[in-house]
């Protein structure tokens, strides 16, 4: 069983920063494909960033592109969401999720970003 605990949500105003943390436990953190999720108020949870288990390959949402960069470090059993030029559009809770081999995910509590004009 994986624990996942994200930090790093607030309030910001638009074109500002945020890093988001996710602290792993309980598992074999360098095995799992990590990624990160939101859902913003009335819609469904969507995708935004993936990284493989060696940081190698990740990929983005189109809407975060060229905004956003997802990274990992396995000594820390951490992986990051670094998110610029943040827009109103990007508030939502995200939550992250860890991907075992065979298909089970599992998901963080979920952290509040807020965008404000």
């Known amino acids: 069983q994986v624990q996942l605990v994200e930090s790093g949500g607030g309030l910001v105003q638009a074109g500002d920063s945020l890093r988001l943390s996710c602290a792993a436990s309980?598992?074999?953190?360098?095995?799992?494909?990590m990624g990160w999720f939101r859902q913003a108020p009335g819609k469904e949870r969507e995708f935004v960033a993936a990284?493989?288990?060696?940081?190698?390959?990740?990929t983005y949402t189109d809407s975060v592109k060229g905004r956003f960069t997802i990274s990992r470090d396995n000594a820390k059993n951490t992986v990051y969401l670094q998110m610029n030029s943040l827009e109103l559009e990007d508030t939502a809770v995200y939550y992250c999720?860890?991907?075992?081999?065979?298909?089970?995910?599992?998901w963080g509590q979920g952290t509040q970003v807020t965008v404000s004009s």
């Open positions: 990284v493989t288990w060696a940081g190698g390959s990740t």
């Open positions: 999720a860890a991907d075992r081999y065979d298909g089970i995910r599992y």
């Open positions: 309980g598992g074999t953190f360098s095995t799992y494909r």
